[in-house]
């Protein structure tokens, strides 16, 4: 059985810092990992998809690394901004039908 | 392209009515799933359409059905509603049956069952 936990939980940081959220994960045979975004009572916004052919993936300021063997993956946030405040989840496929999500890392961005 | 549009936005039903929620999928997506997610909580897979058909099942009762239609689209139905089914149903469409090329979500229902 799958099961994918994300530390912190929470994290409140002023503007300016990089950050570092993490996501682990039990099985470690997943063809890829998604990072999301998702604002308060929203939908989920994907930020990267690193196949598991891939170590790492970059988008503007965010890079998500992935290792397999270790069952980690890790979502960098550089010079973060208020506008980054948003709750960010982890997600592996399973059973190839559906996602398995982390509980998510609140993250909240002072000026 | 368009992305996966979700409706309603939000409704508000009482304990032992049905509801339908609806899903278009982004363009060049022929597969559905719906989570349920609660508060605090990632979501939860409930199913997943391919083909028209159900292509797998998370652990949710009966009363949570579903369909797709040829376009794609897919409904999502909840029959004799309970306080617990409050939560906010996300949609999301992929390719070819499987999340190899990853998922694209919706915007979300948010139900309140009174």
């Known amino acids: 059985k799958q099961e994918v936990t994300q530390i912190p939980a929470a994290l409140s940081v002023p503007e300016g810092e990089n950050l570092v959220l993490n996501c682990s994960f039990t099985?470690?045979?997943?063809?890829?990992l998604q990072w999301f975004r998702q604002d308060p009572g929203k939908g989920l916004t994907s930020l990267l998809l690193i196949q598991s052919s891939q170590r790492e993936q970059t988008s503007g300021r965010l890079n998500a690394s992935l290792d397999k063997s270790s069952g980690r993956s890790t979502l960098y946030i550089a010079a973060s901004q208020p506008g980054d405040s948003a709750t960010y989840l982890c997600?592996?496929?399973?059973?190839?039908?559906?996602?398995?999500f982390g509980t998510g890392t609140r993250l909240q961005v002072f000026p | 392209e368009t992305g996966v549009t979700q409706s309603p936005t939000h409704l508000i039903k009482t304990r032992g009515q049905q509801v339908t929620l609806r899903c278009s999928s982004q363009s060049g997506h022929n597969t559905v799933s719906w989570y349920q997610q609660a508060l605090g909580q990632g979501p939860q897979f409930i199913f997943q359409?391919?083909?028209?058909?159900?292509?797998g099942r998370g652990n949710f009762p009966p009363r949570f059905s579903g369909l797709q239609f040829p376009n794609y689209s897919s409904e999502l139905n909840v029959n004799a509603l309970e306080l617990d089914d409050s939560a906010l149903y996300l949609c999301?469409?992929?390719?070819?049956?499987?999340?190899?090329?990853?998922?694209?979500f919706g915007s979300g229902t948010r139900l309140t069952v009174v």
């Open positions: 997600a592996v496929p399973y059973n190839t039908d559906k996602l398995i």
């Open positions: 359409y391919y083909r028209e058909e159900e292509n």
């Open positions: 999301a469409s992929s390719h070819a049956g499987q999340g190899y090329y990853g998922y694209t």
């Open positions: 099985d470690s045979a997943i063809y890829n």
